[in-house]
């Protein structure tokens, strides 16, 4: 199957013609956060602050990186387990928010929330977070700094290999069945 390339900035019209098993290289910037990041942006937003990632047209890697070799921008960084995200994407999906890169299967209120916003769940591939991390060109810790890899990150990617998972449509490729 070809790849199809993508930079930034990663709008909805962009991911639109985008299909679940598509290969897709990502290049521009992305965020990192995880689950103890995405609750504190929420609770953030909840009480009327803004979120340390600029949400419009987004896209936030679920990855707690390792540190960073000297000479490499970041160390390992294999996705995290989607479903710990749950709770939070759709907020930050009907705020802008137009992808989010995992791994696993996503609940209901997630794949609504995609379909609703036109945005994308894309899979990386668990286990090849040493891969992964050659793409990542540069990495800035912006927000969070005491949740250590779990920090919010500004990420600069060239070239990011993701498979769509969930388009925005609906389909999944998690519930097919061939």
Not at 26 to 40: C, E, F, P, Q, S
Request: hydrophobic share 45%; no cysteine.
């Amino acid at each position: 199957m070809e790849e199809i390339r993508l930079a930034a900035p990663f709008t909805r019209e962009k991911f639109a013609s985008l299909r679940a098993v598509d290969n897709v290289l990502l290049t521009g910037v992305i965020y990192t956060a995880r689950d103890a990041a995405h609750k504190r942006i929420v609770e953030a937003l909840a009480d009327g602050k803004e979120s340390p990632i600029p949400l419009q047209n987004a896209v936030i890697y679920y990855v707690g990186p390792t540190p960073a070799k000297p000479g490499q921008a970041i160390g390992s960084a294999g996705p995290t387990t989607s479903y710990r995200m749950d709770a939070y994407a759709p907020t930050l999906l009907d705020l802008g928010e137009t992808g989010m890169i995992g791994k696993g299967p996503r609940n209901a209120a997630v794949k609504e929330a995609i379909v609703r916003n036109g945005a994308v769940y894309f899979a990386a591939i668990g286990g090849a977070g040493a891969l992964i991390s050659k793409s990542i060109k540069k990495a800035e810790v912006i927000a969070y700094d005491d949740l250590g890899a779990e920090a919010v990150r500004r990420l600069e990617v060239e070239d990011l290999p993701v498979i769509v998972a969930i388009d925005s449509l609906g389909n999944d490729l998690y519930e097919r069945k061939e």
